[in-house]
């Protein structure tokens, strides 16, 4: 069975860091594009960012770019997302995704192009 695990949300003061953690059952990450989304209440997906499949090229919105970095371990199967000076505004559920596409441009960004999704961690960065 597919899986993606998402771990390592919880409460965070704002400045802090979290670290989140994805690891995918049923499939391998290499040979896929994997990105973490994250979503605020009432308000749309938003992608925050995405490691290409062969993890060499990496893809960051603009509302996190210089403070979240994502990187993925091939071994343990597991993409990772680093957030440092935590905003109360990063404040969501954080989702992981894979897409067996090549993702080019913004289309990153896009629910529909990923096939498999995780269930969600919550961060939430107190002020």
């Known amino acids: 069975e597919v899986q993606l695990q998402a771990s390592g949300g919880g409460l965070v003061q704002s400045g802090g860091s979290l670290r989140l953690s994805c690891t995918a059952t049923?499939?391998?990450?290499?040979?896929?594009?994997i990105g973490w989304f994250r979503q605020v209440s009432g308000k749309e997906r938003e992608g925050i960012a995405c490691?290409?499949?062969?993890?060499?090229?990496?893809y960051y919105a603009d509302s996190v770019k210089g403070r979240f970095t994502i990187s993925r371990d091939v071994a343990k199967n597991t993409v990772y997302l680093q957030m440092d000076s935590l905003k109360p505004e990063d404040t969501a559920v954080y989702y992981c995704?894979?897409?067996?596409?090549?993702?080019?441009?913004?289309?990153?960004?896009?629910?529909?192009?990923?096939?498999?999704w995780g269930q969600g961690t919550l961060v939430t960065v107190s002020s």
């Open positions: 490691v290409g499949e062969g993890g060499d090229n990496t």
């Open positions: 049923g499939f391998n990450i290499d040979g896929y594009e």
């Open positions: 995704a894979a897409s067996r596409y090549w993702l080019d441009g913004d289309v990153w960004q896009t629910t529909g192009e990923y096939h498999h």
